[in-house]
């Protein structure tokens, strides 16, 4: 069984910055691919940020490119999410997954095999 089990969501105010963190455990933690989500009310789940098994590759969805940061901690098992120059538009529950295939791109959240709770973002003006 994999767990995920995501940290650090809060309110900030525009501009400002957080780090979420997204925790692995329950299968060797470099045998997946983890991409982080988010979801607004009344929207669908969308693609923020994904890295790669060995932490070689990522890719942002354009909202998120040159604000937020994904890396990967793999002795620690764990994947940051770091996010500045926060918008109210970036408020949703935000999510990680794993994903086991070594195919694909992880752009999409049917791609992913596990799902942590979430954690919420709130950004005000």
């Known amino acids: 069984q994999v767990q995920l089990v995501e940290s650090g969501g809060g309110l900030v105010q525009a501009g400002g910055s957080l780090r979420l963190s997204c925790v692995v455990s329950?299968?060797?933690?470099?045998?997946?691919?983890v991409g982080w989500f988010r979801q607004a009310p009344g929207k669908e789940r969308e693609f923020v940020a994904t890295?790669?098994?060995?932490?070689?590759?990522?890719n942002y969805a354009d909202s998120a490119k040159g604000r937020f940061s994904i890396s990967r901690d793999i002795p620690e098992n764990t994947v940051y999410l770091q996010m500045h120059s926060l918008r109210p538009e970036d408020t949703a529950v935000y999510s990680c997954?794993?994903?086991?295939?070594?195919?694909?791109?992880?752009?999409?959240?049917?791609?992913?095999?596990?799902w942590g709770q979430g954690t919420q973002v709130t950004v005000s003006s």
């Open positions: 997954g794993a994903r086991i295939s070594i195919y694909g791109q992880g752009l999409s959240p049917i791609e992913y095999d596990y």
């Open positions: 329950g299968r060797t933690f470099g045998n997946y691919r």
């Open positions: 890295i790669d098994r060995n932490a070689r590759t990522t």
